[in-house]
């Protein structure tokens, strides 16, 4: 093959041996000879071919009988065909048609500014300057970058870089940073920025990104790593973190972003935070977080902020609201309601009804307490500082009085429902009270004609009475108040306060039908809280949308097709005391996917809790064997072969899912934190089993089948070791090369798997049950379980979180530990029970909020990023 190069240098001179060519006389003369004759054309040409031009249809004419003999020039051929492509006459005439009229041609002028008189050229300009105008400003507003510096470096913990192209230059506190520049920490180092509008950053190590700055938006490129935004409040636009795969935006609040190769993690402390990720969009509050890819998993919101300066300052803040959650705990609640003026004109095609007493009073009370600790306490002041609620407190307290003030005029309850519309499926949502206070409709035109808005949102708020209202008199969307001597309702849907003022004078049914009835029910038991939703009509709405056989096929294999009512009811029945309900009703028997749940019963796998556990989980179910055939019949529902899938499993797994695995293990399971937590948990896990040496068996099994993953994929692997102790068989199973934490140890005792981390523990687990002092026989546990007829439980999840606050405290700094003392004085114990009767599913719990607050989600995160933090230390 040629060398490039010399490839090159060839073509080259060849091009240059053709330049430099000259031909001679005789070869140019005969070239000219051959242009000519291609320019005149080889015929003789006609006499009209030396006319000076031609001027219109008639020379076109007159040179038809040329063209048709082509006898024409290439030139006027091209000439003619275009006129002819152009003009109706010509054309008709060279078809034979008739006879051309003549047209005088003329250049038209309307392109030349020549042609223009003064008010389209005045017009011209005029368009042009603010077509000009406003693409600069549109451009100054939405992309041109604001003038001055975007951050400022704060402080910086091991080094801190400027990235770019001619070199890392390292950053000292007081340097600031400009449009575009890109900052990275190295490793084990931190950094803390304010921007310019008072966000303020933080760093962690080996975390990068950049910042732009727009009049309607500032953006925080995050590259990689992970940063806490303490964002200010935000003047006409919004703050930014934009990662490799999601969006966050924010106005004022405290959130961190952890990304990298896997995905992003989203935290949030205070506020609230939209992220939006993959075509969808979450919206977050305090506590809350996301991540965007199923292979990234969750974390406790406070392992997040673990690593942060200011970690001391949010365990304080914490420690604060645990304080004022105490004090509104003991704000009494309003009485108890045992009827309603509202459910007997609740319109038939209501499908969600949910009460709530008027908490008027409570809510001022609740503002009052908690002015009364803002004043006494600097960490909350601090906090209502930077979060701009300060400077709103006149317009905060403004909101609070007309609240109060709206509260009086109102009966013991507001009612807000739901109705379905027939049709597009659509729905329509109300919210209504009874007025027992005269001036209601005044009140209400007087705030309206006050309000702060434009007198466009003042016309879609419409204030209508007795005799004014017709549903077809409204727009959807407008905001209607009927304001009547004794009914207040507020709706978006003409239509749904069509039907409810008609429900006043004709009965619609409602409360004889059998939702109306559920809900009669819970007033008659006396109404705190209540949500009642009518789940045959949703769920059946829903499987029939978009006609699928297959949709529906699948909601009634799994028994749920069946669902009837869900209530949730929440009631003080005396101060402090509380009975909180959740009752899911079925229209016949439980069966498939919905019938996994068992009847109450004595949970055997609790005998191996002591009084002493932490945190207890435990279940009893139906056959496992009967799980599996009703995950068969989901399968085949959906369209798939269950025979194939399950030979699939076993070829894979290298066991059977249901004669192998599900049965050997029986009905009942308890999952329990029992003992020191630090510095290894001591949890335990036992398990009902029916053959021991069957279900050992597939245990090798699948510790073969992994071991042999492990080997191909070049990882470690599992040991299963056996050792006989006192005439008594132990197993261990240890993850090689992994942490202790993932290493168990079992037994088979008295018809149970019995597991925990240790030897030691099992045994522990083993005397606890010998001895009969079982978590069962707790008479702490005793006192939180619900009043009601049952004598036993089908599930139960119980917390005492405030017992661990003490070994805690001896792994945080002195201010840390005195938050966490306040945060546990505040916590309590609590259970969650659960039955499953025939045809309803009762969840039930005499704690305040469902057996969670603020306290237990603190004290359980805390827990657990104390426990990941001395796993890394030992692993």
């Given at each position: 093959?040629?060398?490039?190069?010399n490839?090159?240098f060839?073509?080259?001179?060849?091009?240059?041996?053709?330049?430099?060519?000259?031909?001679?006389?005789?070869?140019?003369?005969?070239a000219?000879?051959?242009?000519?004759?291609?320019?005149?054309g080889?015929?003789?040409?006609p006499?009209?071919?030396?006319?000076?031009?031609?001027?219109g249809?008639?020379?076109?004419?007159?040179?038809?009988?040329?063209?048709?003999?082509?006898?024409?020039?290439?030139?006027?051929?091209l000439?003619?065909e275009?006129?002819?492509?152009?003009?109706?006459e010509?054309?008709?005439?060279?078809?034979?048609?008739?006879?051309?009229?003549?047209?005088?041609?003329?250049?038209?002028?309307s392109?030349?500014?020549?042609?223009?008189?003064?008010?389209?050229?005045?017009?011209?300009?005029?368009?042009?300057?603010?077509?000009?105008?406003?693409?600069?400003?549109?451009?100054?507003?939405?992309?041109?970058?604001?003038?001055?510096?975007?951050?400022?470096?704060?402080?910086?913990?091991?080094?801190?870089?400027?990235?770019?192209?001619?070199?890392?230059?390292?950053?000292?506190?007081?340097?600031?940073l400009?449009?575009?520049?890109?900052?990275?920490?190295?490793?084990?180092?931190?950094?803390?920025?304010?921007?310019?509008?008072?966000?303020?950053?933080?760093?962690?190590?080996r975390?990068?990104?950049?910042?732009?700055?727009?009049?309607?938006?500032?953006?925080?490129?995050?590259?990689?790593g992970?940063?806490?935004?303490?964002?200010?409040?935000?003047?006409?636009?919004n703050?930014?973190?934009?990662?490799?795969?999601?969006?966050?935006?924010?106005?004022?609040?405290?959130?961190?972003?952890?990304?990298?190769?896997?995905?992003?993690?989203?935290?949030?402390?205070?506020g609230?935070?939209?992220?939006?990720?993959?075509?969808?969009?979450?919206?977050?509050?305090?506590?809350?977080?996301?991540?965007?890819?199923?292979?990234?998993?969750?974390?406790?919101?406070?392992?997040?902020?673990?690593?942060?300066?200011?970690?001391e300052?949010?365990?304080a803040l914490?420690?604060?609201?645990?304080?004022?959650?105490?004090?509104?705990?003991?704000?009494?609640?309003?009485?108890?309601?045992?009827?309603?003026?509202?459910?007997?004109?609740?319109?038939?095609?209501?499908?969600?009804?949910?009460?709530?007493?008027?908490?008027?009073?409570?809510?001022?009370?609740?503002?009052?307490?908690?002015?009364?600790q803002?004043r006494?306490?600097?960490?909350?002041q601090?906090?209502?500082?930077?979060?701009?609620?300060?400077?709103?407190?006149?317009?905060?307290?403004?909101?609070?009085?007309?609240v109060?003030?709206?509260?009086?005029?109102?009966?013991?309850?507001?009612?807000?429902?739901?109705?379905?519309?027939?049709?597009?499926?659509?729905?329509?949502?109300?919210?209504?009270?009874k007025?027992?206070?005269?001036?209601?409709?005044?009140?209400?035109?007087?705030?309206?004609a006050?309000?702060p808005?434009?007198?466009?949102?003042?016309?879609?708020?419409r204030?209508?009475?007795?005799?004014?209202?017709?549903?077809?008199?409204?727009?959807?969307?407008?905001?209607?108040?009927?304001a009547?001597?004794?009914?207040?309702?507020?709706?978006?849907?003409?239509?749904?306060?069509n039907?409810?003022?008609?429900?006043?004078?004709t009965?619609?049914?409602?409360?004889?039908?059998?939702?109306?009835?559920?809900?009669?029910?819970?007033?008659?038991?006396?109404a705190?809280?209540?949500?009642?939703?009518?789940?045959?009509?949703?769920?059946?709405?829903?499987?029939?949308?978009?006609?699928?056989?297959?949709?529906?096929?699948?909601?009634?294999?799994?028994g749920?097709?069946?669902?009837?009512?869900?209530v949730?009811?929440?009631?003080?029945?005396t101060?402090?005391?509380?009975?909180?309900r959740?009752?899911?009703?079925?229209?016949?028997?439980?069966?498939?996917?919905?019938s996994?749940?068992?009847?109450?019963?004595?949970?055997?796998?609790?005998e191996?809790v002591?009084?002493?556990?932490?945190?207890?989980?435990?279940?009893?179910?139906?056959?496992?064997?009967?799980?599996v055939?009703?995950?068969?019949?989901?399968?085949?529902?959906?369209?798939?072969?269950?025979?194939?899938?399950?030979?699939?499993f076993?070829?894979?797994a290298?066991?059977?899912?249901?004669?192998d695995?599900a049965?050997?293990?029986?009905?009942?399971?308890?999952?329990?934190?029992d003992?020191?937590?630090?510095?290894?948990?001591?949890?335990?896990?036992?398990?009902?089993?029916?053959?021991?040496?069957?279900?050992?068996?597939?245990?090798?099994?699948?510790?073969?089948r992994?071991?042999?993953?492990?080997a191909?994929?070049?990882?470690?692997g599992?040991?299963?070791?056996?050792?006989e102790?006192?005439?008594?068989?132990?197993?261990?199973?240890?993850?090689?090369?992994?942490?202790?934490?993932?290493?168990?140890?079992?037994?088979?005792?008295?018809?149970?798997?019995?597991?925990?981390?240790?030897?030691?523990?099992?045994?522990?687990?083993?005397?606890?049950?010998?001895?009969?002092?079982?978590?069962?026989?707790?008479?702490?546990?005793?006192?939180?379980?619900?009043?009601?007829?049952?004598?036993?439980?089908?599930?139960?999840?119980?917390?005492?979180?405030?017992?661990?606050?003490?070994?805690?405290?001896?792994?945080?700094p002195?201010?840390?530990?005195?938050?966490?003392?306040?945060?546990?004085?505040?916590?309590?114990?609590?259970?969650?029970v659960?039955?499953?009767?025939?045809?309803?599913?009762?969840?039930?719990?005499?704690?305040?909020?469902f057996g969670?607050?603020?306290?237990?989600?603190?004290?359980?995160?805390?827990?657990?990023?104390?426990?990941?933090?001395?796993?890394?230390?030992?692993?």
């Open positions: 093959m040629t060398d490039q190069k490839k090159k060839g073509i080259e001179d060849a091009i240059a041996a053709m330049r430099d060519h000259q031909p001679d006389p005789a070869t140019i003369e005969a000219r000879d051959r242009v000519w004759m291609n320019l005149r080889t015929a003789p040409m006499e009209i071919q030396s006319a000076a031009g031609i001027n249809c008639a020379d076109i004419e007159a040179l038809l009988p040329a063209y048709r003999t082509k006898e024409l020039s290439p030139a006027r051929q000439i003619l275009d006129h002819l492509r152009e003009c109706v010509c054309r008709s005439a060279y078809h034979g048609g008739g006879k051309v009229v003549p047209m005088t041609w003329k250049r038209d002028d392109g030349d500014f020549a042609g223009w008189d003064v008010r389209r050229m005045a017009f011209a300009a005029v368009a042009l300057f603010v077509i000009g105008v406003s693409s600069f400003f549109s451009y100054q507003f939405f992309f041109a970058p604001l003038p001055g510096n975007r951050a400022v470096v704060q402080a910086a913990t091991g080094s801190l870089y400027l990235v770019n192209a001619h070199g890392d230059v390292q950053l000292q506190p007081g340097r600031e400009q449009e575009g520049d890109v900052v990275r920490t190295a490793a084990g180092s931190r950094a803390v920025l304010r921007m310019f509008d008072g966000s303020v950053v933080e760093m962690n190590e975390a990068e990104f950049s910042i732009a700055a727009r009049r309607n938006a500032t953006t925080i490129n995050l590259h990689r992970n940063i806490i935004v303490q964002a200010a409040k935000q003047r006409g636009g703050l930014f973190v934009v990662a490799p795969d999601c969006k966050v935006a924010v106005t004022g609040t405290v959130f961190a972003v952890n990304t990298g190769m896997k995905g992003s993690r989203v935290s949030v402390v205070e609230e935070v939209h992220v939006a990720y993959s075509g969808e969009e979450d919206v977050l509050n305090a506590g809350e977080q996301v991540v965007t890819s199923e292979t990234l998993g969750t974390t406790s919101v406070e392992s997040e902020f673990d690593w942060s300066a200011n970690r300052q949010h365990l914490l420690a604060e609201f645990s304080k004022l959650q105490r004090k509104l705990e003991n704000i009494p609640g309003p009485a108890l309601r045992y009827d309603s003026a509202v459910l007997p004109i609740t319109p038939a095609n209501t499908v969600v009804y949910a009460s709530i007493p008027n908490l008027g009073e409570q809510l001022n009370e609740a503002h009052r307490i908690f002015q009364d803002l006494d306490s600097p960490v909350l601090d906090w209502w500082t930077k979060t701009g609620m300060a400077a709103q407190q006149p317009r905060f307290e403004e909101m609070i009085s007309k109060h003030t709206f509260s009086r005029y109102l009966g013991d309850e507001v009612v807000f429902m739901v109705q379905t519309r027939g049709g597009d499926n659509g729905v329509g949502a109300l919210a209504v009270a007025v027992t206070k005269p001036g209601l409709r005044d009140y209400l035109q007087a705030e309206l006050n309000a808005i434009s007198a466009e949102q003042k016309g879609k708020i204030i209508i009475g007795e005799k004014d209202f017709s549903a077809t008199g409204y727009v959807q969307g407008d905001l209607l108040i009927f009547g001597e004794d009914l207040v309702a507020i709706a978006t849907d003409p239509t749904a306060l039907s409810l003022l008609n429900a006043r004078h009965a619609s049914g409602f409360s004889g039908g059998s939702f109306g009835r559920a809900i009669a029910a819970s007033y008659q038991e006396g705190g809280l209540l949500f009642a939703a009518d789940l045959q009509t949703v769920l059946l709405r829903e499987a029939t949308d978009g006609n699928d056989p297959r949709k529906a096929a699948q909601l009634a294999t799994s749920f097709s069946d669902v009837r009512h869900l949730v009811k929440r009631r003080e029945t101060p402090g005391q509380f009975d909180n959740a009752a899911l009703t079925f229209a016949q028997q439980r069966r498939g996917i919905a996994w749940l068992a009847a109450p019963t004595p949970i055997g796998a609790l191996f002591s009084q002493d556990a932490t945190i207890v989980g435990a279940a009893a179910v139906k056959s496992p064997e009967r799980m055939d009703d995950l068969m019949a989901m399968m085949l529902a959906a369209g798939k072969s269950p025979e194939q899938e399950m030979a699939e076993r070829e894979k290298s066991f059977d899912l249901r004669n695995l049965a050997s293990i029986g009905s009942d399971f308890a999952f329990a934190l003992g020191p937590v630090l510095p290894t948990p001591s949890w335990k896990f036992a398990v009902e089993v029916n053959d021991a040496q069957k279900l050992q068996n597939t245990i090798h099994l699948i510790v073969n992994i071991n042999q993953e492990a191909a994929a070049g990882r470690p599992v040991t299963l070791t056996r050792e102790v006192d005439g008594r068989v132990f197993y261990s199973a240890a993850h090689a090369g992994g942490p202790q934490l993932m290493t168990v140890h079992y037994t088979y005792a008295h018809g149970y798997l019995v597991a925990a981390p240790s030897r030691a523990m099992v045994l522990r687990a083993l005397q606890v049950r010998d001895s009969g002092n079982t978590f069962s026989r707790s008479s702490k546990f005793l006192a939180l379980l619900p009043k009601d007829p049952h004598t036993n439980v089908s599930g139960l999840v119980y917390q005492d979180l405030q017992s661990v606050a003490a070994p805690l405290a001896q792994n945080l002195a201010a840390e530990a005195q938050s966490l003392q306040v945060i546990a004085a505040n916590a309590r114990p609590s259970v969650l659960v039955y499953g009767d025939d045809d309803r599913i009762e969840l039930a719990t005499a704690s305040r909020f969670f607050d603020v306290n237990t989600a603190a004290l359980s995160q805390l827990l657990q990023q104390t426990v990941g933090t001395l796993a890394k230390q030992n692993p």
